[in-house]
């Protein structure tokens, strides 16, 4: 994987989720709210598309 890639997944999209979790589902436990943001994390189709063809989508879809 690109360094860019990891880059701005870190610097875009991950901020990005976690601040979505923390809003959609503000009247929930925390509990709930990191679990919503692990399943959003390690969803399987932006692991096979954007990590394994080096794309850009979860930087588009963060910002």
Do not use: E, K
């Not at 999209?13 to 692990?38: K, M």
């Amino acid at each position: 994987m690109r360094a860019s890639v990891i880059t701005l997944d870190a610097l875009i999209y991950v901020p990005a989720l976690y601040a979505f979790a923390r809003i959609w589902h503000a009247t929930r436990s925390s509990r709930t709210q990191h679990a919503a943001l692990i399943t959003l994390l390690f969803h399987p189709a932006l692991l096979l598309i954007d990590f394994g063809h080096f794309q850009y989508n979860s930087v588009m879809l963060g910002a």
